[in-house]
């Protein structure tokens, strides 16, 4: 799938950890929302492949959106090292996230057509908020491998699956390619 879907970015390899992007450029003085209305959680949920058809969302999923993917941006940031979670206490991260993973998960169906099986999930919104969740305590649970982008201006995480465990960058096509481009530049500037 492409890393950039409906105005979205999907770079860390599970919609959990891909859901802290909705807030671009957050050490910024002023970020941007990408989760601005109950439609944009919509339109989130279906560009991540959790659903061809999303169910209506309300001012309430909103809010509960948004502090899910604050308490796994919280969260990503104390697992990779950092001095502590951003927006408040790591008490606080886990809470919100144990919350929302308590929360009616949405219910998978299987569907068949002819030979091919497809699973489909169903519920409110609030319940593919919770899947989200639920994905994330597995995440952070498991032990994966999750990392930082190393790019300074870059404040996304990924789960780093590549063969040796050496990845760098959130996408080899975005900050990868800025970082390579920057050092040739610099090489260049010193051995000229």
């Not at 569907?111 to 099986?117: I, K, Y």
């Not at 032990?143 to 465990?165: E, I, K, N």
């Amino acid at each position: 799938m492409a890393e950039e879907r409906d105005g979205f970015r999907f770079r860390g390899g599970c919609p959990a950890i891909d859901l802290p992007a909705t807030l671009q450029a957050r050490l910024k003085p002023a970020p941007r929302e990408l989760l601005a209305t109950p439609e944009d959680v919509r339109r989130w949920m279906v560009a991540a492949g959790l659903t061809d058809t999303a169910p209506p969302a309300g001012e309430g999923d909103l809010a509960l959106a948004r502090r899910l993917r604050e308490a796994i941006y919280d969260l990503a940031v104390h697992r990779h090292g950092g001095s502590g979670p951003p927006g408040g206490s790591l008490n606080s991260a886990l809470y919100v996230l144990n919350q929302v993973a308590a929360l009616p998960a949405a219910t998978p169906a299987l569907a068949l057509a002819g030979s091919t099986a497809a699973v489909a999930l169903h519920g409110p919104m609030s319940a593919f908020i919770a899947t989200v969740a639920r994905e994330a305590v597995h995440l952070f649970g498991s032990g994966a491998p999750v990392r930082q982008c190393q790019s300074p201006a870059c404040t996304l995480f990924f789960v780093d699956t590549s063969r040796a465990g050496d990845r760098r960058w959130c996408s080899m096509k975005g900050c990868g390619t800025k970082a390579k481009v920057a050092e040739f530049r610099r090489r260049k500037r010193e051995g000229a």
